[in-house]
């Protein structure tokens, strides 16, 4: 008996790739490609590090009770990118908006330029912004293929008309495209928060708390999935100015929890965290 | 948080910002006693303004009954639960605002509802009309009475939904005092759906962000009042701008029935946002209930109120309700006739004190038959 079960120990033991022991920052291992699915095998031949969540607390409306713990991150490194996989805890899926509904979502922060002092940890400060790539949940589903009607989230929803679904109008012409953009107001004004999504990450400046706007350009890639136990989602953006395998800098994370109502300041975020290039593998 | 001085309450109060008032305010009186529920301001709003996708249940301008009636669900009793019932000195509020109960980490104190909440806009809020059944009885916590409470946003002094914001995406036009979400730069995080005590500004699942009513400022910056004040069928609402009472005009029909008359007065005075629109409060209901709706002056307003008919000058200026498309920022009474005036001095509409009343006799004696009464 005692023999047959130090066999079954060490025949399992053959069958696993030891997964690198936690590391204390965040490491980016260099790698010839980089993956680009969470479930992706290959993520576990990066290094993990395991970042304690705190409390927003700088400014109001904070979060009043901890929700989030942790979240685990790994990283590669390929050429001038980086791939980070971050996976938290989460029980429940949510990722339909509404009134009172809120999203799951996370976001990388890493400083806007290198700069001697690094910026302040929540949202950057005046002078000295962050740059942010911010991931959600429900257009992840978007992104997915769920549909862009009501009654994906009132499923017995009745709708008797919109005026920009007329008959009179071609459905898809400039003319009915035009009449849709004025009934979604935030749309025409160029501030797409909803509906359909060729992408489930936007890349955002902020320059302290309050400040947060678009990015220049949308240089962040990425994509979520749901683990036994919670959200993996992997974000592939350009190596922070400052980094490289000479020049460590720093980075952040945050993650909100939508069924704790988590949203915008109410959230659980790191402060900076050291994070470096490593050439191989230990 | 800045000091500010609220004058509806009677005393400074804390808030959010700094006070800045616009050059002139937007604002509103509405007469209860006139209102009949048709809902054609709902409609009118709704057909102008929430006809896209996510706005399915979302009503700038809501009519609910009153006492039990509400939209979104409860939204004035769970606040009212929530803050300390204050007291008021004559016409200083003692107890505390929302803004000055806030608890620790957050700007107002506020609760936010569940999307189910919006689901039943004036669903069975009239079911006591209903005839019963001889011999049944209905046994209530006072008395049967109801009223119609028509809201809108309350584009208000302190708005708690823009001290809500932790963005600054909400604004305050100084040029008319219009409280406007910025669709170019909300984010959807709802803070201000929550802040909001009278629950005016509404989450759009659809486009990811926060909207609310806008005052209908294109037609308020030509001269013209609102769509849910123009189509009103019973006439109970007139729109303009009204000063602070230290700069009322008696010309200004609007600081005439605020501040001169003190006959309109404001929805929930001690949550402390110094709203802009002003209730005529309904005369035949509870004063102890109304108090507390409308603050300590509903007494001598309704008083002032029931003395209309005897009243040339408030009688003419009621009269000018709904009588005219324009906004009237003057008006003048010459006698047995009223005048809407505007800016420029020039009357947009006139209105006799009294319309001439015809008697005809019950037999009509050309047909040979009986008159009936109806319309």
């Known amino acids: ?282 | 948080m800045a000091r500010v001085y609220n004058w509806q309450i009677g005393r400074e109060m804390s808030y959010w910002y700094p006070e800045s008032r616009p050059k002139k305010q937007f604002a509103a009186v509405f007469d209860t006693n006139k209102c009949i529920a048709c809902q054609t301001c709902t409609l009118a709003c709704k057909t102008t303004w929430t006809s896209g996708k996510g706005q399915e249940y979302m009503l700038w301008n809501n009519v609910e009954t009153k006492p039990y009636g509400s939209y979104p669900l409860a939204w004035d009793l769970k606040l009212l639960d929530m803050l300390d019932a204050g007291k008021w000195a004559g016409s200083t509020y003692q107890g505390q605002t929302i803004f000055e109960s806030a608890a620790a980490g957050e700007r107002v104190a506020s609760w936010r509802p569940s999307d189910d909440d919006y689901a039943y806009p004036n669903v069975g809020e009239d079911d006591c009309a209903n005839q019963i059944d001889g011999g049944a009885s209905f046994s209530l916590p006072h008395m049967a009475w109801f009223y119609y409470l028509a809201r809108i946003c309350n584009h208000c002094t302190y708005p708690a939904c823009l001290a809500s914001c932790p963005r600054g995406s909400i604004y305050k036009r100084p040029e008319d005092g219009i409280v406007l979400v910025d669709q170019g730069r909300c984010r959807g995080y709802q803070e201000c759906v929550k802040g909001c005590p009278y629950k005016k500004v509404y989450f759009n699942p659809m486009t990811g962000t926060s909207e609310k009513c806008i005052g209908c400022f294109p037609k308020m910056e030509q001269g013209l009042q609102p769509q849910c004040f123009v189509n009103c069928i019973g006439k109970i609402r007139m729109a303009g701008y009204l000063s602070t009472p230290d700069q009322a005009r008696p010309d200004n029909p609007l600081d005439y029935l605020v501040h001169v008359r003190k006959v309109a007065l404001p929805l929930y005075p001690q949550f402390g946002l110094e709203p802009n629109v002003y209730y005529i409060p309904p005369i035949h209901v509870p004063p102890m209930f109304l108090r507390q709706m409308f603050g300590p002056g509903v007494d001598a307003a309704i008083k002032t109120y029931r003395n209309a008919a005897n009243d040339d000058d408030l009688a003419g200026l009621l009269g000018l309700f709904g009588s005219t498309e324009q906004v009237m920022t003057r008006w003048v009474r010459r006698g047995s006739e009223v005048a809407g005036v505007d800016d420029r001095g020039t009357t947009l509409v006139r209105v006799p004190l009294k319309e001439p009343v015809v008697e005809r006799a019950g037999f009509d004696r050309v047909y040979q038959i009986m008159r009936t009464n109806c319309p």
Not at chain 1, 25 to 39: E, F, G, I, K, Q
Not at chain 1, 129 to 149: E, P
Not at chain 1, 163 to 172: C, N, Q
Not at chain 1, 179 to 202: F, K, Q
């Open chain 1, 1 to 282: 008996m005692r023999y047959a079960l130090m066999t079954l120990i060490a025949v399992s033991l053959a069958g696993c790739t030891r997964a690198p022991a936690p590391v204390a920052d965040v490491v980016a291992v260099v790698s010839a490609s980089l993956p680009s699915d969470p479930a992706d095998a290959a993520w576990n031949a990066a290094p993990e590090h395991v970042a304690k969540l705190l409390l927003q607390d700088l400014v109001e409306p904070r979060l009043q009770a901890v929700s989030t713990p942790d979240v685990r991150v790994r990283a590669f490194t390929a050429g001038q990118e980086i791939a980070l996989r971050l996976e938290w805890p989460d029980a429940t899926i949510n990722d339909l908006p509404a009134a009172g509904r809120f999203n799951d979502a996370c976001a990388v922060q890493v400083p806007l330029k290198p700069a001697a002092a690094v910026p302040d940890p929540q949202m950057g400060m005046a002078g000295n912004g962050v740059a942010i790539s911010f991931w959600r949940a429900d257009w992840q589903a978007t992104v997915k293929g769920r549909g862009d009607t009501i009654r994906e989230i009132y499923p017995n929803a009745l709708i008797d008309h919109y005026p920009f679904d007329a008959p009179s109008l071609e459905k898809g012409s400039a003319a009915q495209q035009k009449m849709a953009t004025e009934y979604a107001p935030a749309e025409g004004a160029g501030n797409r928060r909803g509906g359909a999504r060729t992408t489930a990450v936007e890349d955002l400046i902020a320059e302290g708390p309050g400040t947060l706007h678009p990015a220049p350009a949308a240089i962040s890639r990425g994509s979520g999935v749901r683990t036994p136990t919670g959200w993996a989602v992997v974000i592939t953006r350009p190596l922070p100015d400052g980094l490289s395998p000479t020049s460590p800098s720093q980075i952040a994370f945050a993650v909100w929890e939508g069924s704790k109502q988590e949203s915008g300041a109410r959230k659980m975020r790191t402060g900076w965290i050291p994070i470096s290039i490593r050439e191989d593998q230990p």
